[in-house]
């Protein structure tokens, strides 16, 4: 092991993880090959936990430990191995509208609707880090757009979508009580 460079070692930790069915995805951005310590410089490692997923073909509840299909580089796990093909004999916005819950999860975005558009979210939406918060836009074009706002009208843009997604889940919760 000793032989190994550091670097490496980082990278041979994350896979065992991975290849033994740690509960969590493991990502690692940009290791430095420079570095003498097994930490990189600058870099991360992001944990991201998903505790409950659903196969986007058969709704069934999955782990990460069943078939694995996949949106652009990121794993959607399905229910069976036939499900895997088909999720990925999809077209891909087909696999971008079903494979959403997971690839949102992943890229650590939690809203459903683009603060800009409107729009429902797929699995192609495109992250900003805003104050410390993801939020998912439904283009890479809006996410520019968002970017290149001023500072103040990013705030007022978000403060604004915030306010109209807390009235949508007070309105959903009161449907729900209704119905009860």
Known sequence: MNSIAPSMRLATRVMTAICFGATAT???????????????????????????????????????LDEVAFFECYAVHCKGRDSARQFAALEMKQRARLGAEQVLAQKGISNAICPLSGDTLTAAAAPVTYEGEVIGFSSPADANQFRALPREKQSKLVAQWKAEEAAIEDAAVETAEGED
Do not use: N, R
Request: aromatic share 0%.
């Open 26 to 64: 493991l990502a690692t951005v940009g290791c430095s090959t420079e570095s003498m310590s097994t930490d990189p410089k600058g870099d991360s490692v992001v944990l991201i936990v998903q505790t409950e997923m659903t196969c986007p073909i058969t709704g069934e509840s999955v782990t990460e």
